[in-house]
């Protein structure tokens, strides 16, 4: 058992830890007190550093759409515990719009939940989008015409008039919802952003990954830009922009790590003859 793992379980008087996941940002185990299970989230250097913030989210939303929050410092979240499956069972099993939905009324949950002053702590929006516009200018230097230079003037307009600026999720996706048998379907993971409540349908047209030729399909895309739109009562192109926003962040994220950013740059190609 790691220090870190004891340290938690004498810290709140937990027992009988089983490993449910391991990442880059977290390790997270099922505990046990008082004869309930919950959820405890151990976050590594990384972690500590890209999801903290959404422990103020989580904080803010106070189970309104989201998993409930017992317990937490700056490395670790005791949380409900959510035994279900999430959406992406319902996507391959040809329930791709109704689960879109399940996340727009979703995101109406955790956007009505908060509406006071933003607390501090929580990423900026505008600095999400540091590595698209490093990466615009890298190509300008470089005297290449890429989707991030097309992209960059656009983005940083957007950036510069968000509108309904809420708690954001940041991090949308069918994974990261998953259905309580008591209290219906909850996210979680969030990564703790303020800023234009469109941001956060941008993840979920991209999505699920594990599903290329679904998600590069144009005509899905659009649908479900439009349920989103009709259920977030949000105009579709601004849907549609931060959809593209998004793709180019992402592609600019997977270049640094050296990942393939496909399907996300077909994604971005798409979404370019729709809003430039």
Not at 201 to 222: F, G, S, Y
Request: glycine letters at 6%.
């Amino acid at each position: 058992m790691s220090d870190k793992l004891n340290h938690y379980l004498k810290k709140w008087n937990l027992s009988n830890p089983q490993l449910l996941a391991e990442t880059a940002t977290s390790h997270v185990y099922s505990v046990e007190m008082n004869g309930e299970t919950f959820a405890l989230k151990l976050l590594t250097p990384i972690g500590v550093h890209d999801e903290s913030p959404g422990t103020i989210a989580l904080d803010c939303w106070a189970g309104n759409g989201a998993v409930r929050l017992f317990q937490y410092d700056d490395e670790a979240q005791l949380m409900e515990y959510i035994e279900g499956t999430d959406l992406v069972q319902m996507v391959e099993n040809g329930d791709d719009e109704q689960a879109t939905i399940i996340i727009a009324e979703t995101l109406n949950k955790i956007h009505s939940a908060y509406n006071g002053k933003p607390p501090d702590g929580l990423w900026a929006l505008k600095r999400r989008f540091r590595s698209l516009f490093e990466k615009a200018e890298q190509d300008k230097l470089e005297g290449i015409d890429s989707v991030f230079r097309r992209a960059a003037p656009f983005v940083q307009n957007l950036l510069d008039n968000q509108q309904e600026e809420r708690i954001l999720h940041g991090d949308m996706h069918h994974w990261n919802m998953r259905y309580h048998a008591k209290r219906g379907w909850l996210t979680f993971d969030p990564k703790g952003v303020y800023g234009e409540r469109s941001f956060d349908a941008a993840n979920t047209l991209c999505n699920p990954v594990i599903m290329p030729e679904l998600v590069t399909d144009e005509k899905r895309l659009l649908r479900n830009a439009e349920i989103l739109a009709k259920h977030l009562h949000i105009d579709l192109s601004r849907i549609l922009a931060y959809t593209f926003a998004y793709t180019c962040l992402s592609v600019a994220w997977s270049l640094e790590d050296d990942q393939n950013p496909y399907p996300t740059v077909k994604l971005a190609e798409i979404l370019e003859t729709h809003v430039l």
